[in-house]
T-cell receptor
Framework: DQQVKQNSPSLSVQEGRISILNCDYT??????FLWYKKYPAEGPTFLIS?????DKNEDGRFTVFLNKSAKHLSLHIVPSQPGDSAVYFC???????????FGKGTTLSVSS | DSGVTQTPKHLITATGQRVTLRCSPR?????VYWYQQSLDQGLQFLIQ???????AKGNILERFSAQQFPDLHSELNLSSLELGDSALYFC??????????????FGEGSWLTVV
């Protein structure tokens, strides 16, 4: 049973537009959420995180929104750039601080 | 560069064989994690060690085992290998394990191909 779900396997966006990647979770004990970016043949790279006490966290072009009542988070990339083309993984952690639980990823393609 | 080092980067071996994957965590990190990424699968958590002790277990097969040594490096041992074990194996590390808000940093992975 998947506790972290990324229901869109892929997303295509034009350069300069907004990319919105979505993630749903089922475990209400999760209280820390992270997004990782992964290029082929490389390890996942930490991008941005958000604690459950917040509903928004921003870092440059990247913003993560958390809706606890809906158990939903999203990553916004504005403006999207061709270099953003990668697989994006959503991950969640519970308050015990055990290992991250990952979604299956969304492949983002940004065309110029 | 995340600071997490994994060796070997690529490995090809036959079914029934045993291999060992090695990981050096980031300097100062006490916690080590192993993940498996198969085709069409997300990152599956296998096992976590903290300061030499097993901390949490995920979907790790009985044919697989791991350990963390006093110098904090870790090894993942895969035995009686099957074709389905072909995957990318990631090691990750973090500073601590207690409490959330604990960012985990990944190595570049070890590609295992079983033929």
């Amino acid at each position: 049973d998947q506790q972290v779900k990324q229901n869109s396997p892929s997303l295509s966006v034009q350069e300069g537009r907004i990319s919105i990647l979505n993630c749903d979770y089922t475990n209400s004990m999760f209280d820390y959420f992270l997004w990782y970016k992964k290029y082929p043949a490389e390890g996942p790279t930490f991008l941005i995180s958000i604690s459950s006490i917040k509903d928004k966290n921003e870092d440059g072009r990247f913003t993560v929104f958390l809706n606890k009542s809906a158990k939903h988070l999203s990553l916004h990339i504005v403006p999207s750039q061709p270099g953003d083309s990668a697989v994006y993984f959503c991950a969640a952690q519970n308050e015990a601080g055990t290992a991250l639980i990952f979604g299956k990823g969304t492949t983002l393609s940004v065309s110029s | 560069d995340s600071g997490v080092t994994q060796t070997p980067k690529h490995l090809i071996t036959a079914t029934g064989q045993r291999v060992t994957l090695r990981c050096s965590p980031r300097s100062g990190d006490l916690s080590v994690y192993w993940y498996q990424q198969s085709l069409d699968q997300g990152l599956q958590f296998l096992i976590q060690y903290y300061n030499g002790e097993e901390r949490a277990k995920g979907n790790i097969l009985e044919r697989f085992s791991a350990q963390q040594f006093p110098d904090l490096h870790s090894e993942l041992n895969l035995s009686s290998l099957e074709l389905g074990d072909s995957a990318l194996y990631f090691c990750a590390s973090s500073a601590t394990v207690q409490g959330s808000g604990n960012t985990i940093y990944f190595g570049e992975g070890s590609w295992l191909t079983v033929v």
